[in-house]
């Protein structure tokens, strides 16, 4: 625990976590298809507007998310940035396997890119560049399209959504 007294605490995973936890942070599910047309997607909390000229958004995934190679190939994700009623849809992304589609509403969009329904908006991005950062990925992706729908997002703080 960190002692709400102390200004400084030691840096441990531990103290880094739970400082981590006190961020909030949207939630998206960064879906990505690969050259044999396999789906996949995963929960990201790890998502940064980053530049308007040019636009550019970021993502942090991490080396072990079987995401990962999808994305890389191929070049092309969406970020599909979940609404408020969509913690279930969060959960799914966050476990690993290979049916995680078969519960959920998406179409396909630009390159077959799922594009989940009633998200609160979404990004496909292609890649630009990527970045060593530690035990994650750092992805600089150019953005494509966006799809802005009227819901509002999805926030995780303290190891909860939406603050419940
Ligand atoms: C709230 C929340 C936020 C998460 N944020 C990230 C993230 O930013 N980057 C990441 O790589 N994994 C993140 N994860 C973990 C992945 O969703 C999880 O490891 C998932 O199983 C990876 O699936 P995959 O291997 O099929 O890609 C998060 C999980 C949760 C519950």
């Given at each position: 625990m960190i002692d709400a007294g102390r200004a400084i605490a030691t840096a441990t995973p531990e103290t880094f976590r739970e400082v981590s936890r006190?961020?909030?942070s949207g939630i998206a599910v960064v879906t990505a298809v690969d050259s044999h047309g396999a789906l996949f997607g995963t929960t990201m909390s790890a998502v940064v507007s980053l530049s308007i000229s040019p636009l550019q958004y970021l993502i942090c995934i991490d080396?072990?998310?079987?995401?990962?190679?999808?994305?890389?190939?191929?070049?092309?994700?969406?970020i599909n940035m979940l609404s408020s009623s969509q913690e279930r849809i969060a959960m799914t992304f966050a476990k690993k396997g290979t049916d995680k589609f078969s519960a959920i509403s998406y179409r396909e969009g630009l390159n077959r890119l799922p594009i989940i329904q009633d998200v609160?908006?979404?990004?496909?991005?292609?890649?630009?560049?990527?970045f060593d950062g530690g035990d994650h990925v750092i992805i600089v992706g150019d953005v494509i399209e966006i799809g802005l729908h009227d819901a509002s997002p999805l926030v995780y703080l303290n190891g909860r959504f939406n603050n419940g």
């Open positions: 006190k961020w909030a080396r072990k998310s079987n995401s990962l190679p999808a994305i890389t190939s191929t070049g092309w994700f969406c609160a908006s979404y990004i496909i991005c292609h890649l630009n560049s990527s």
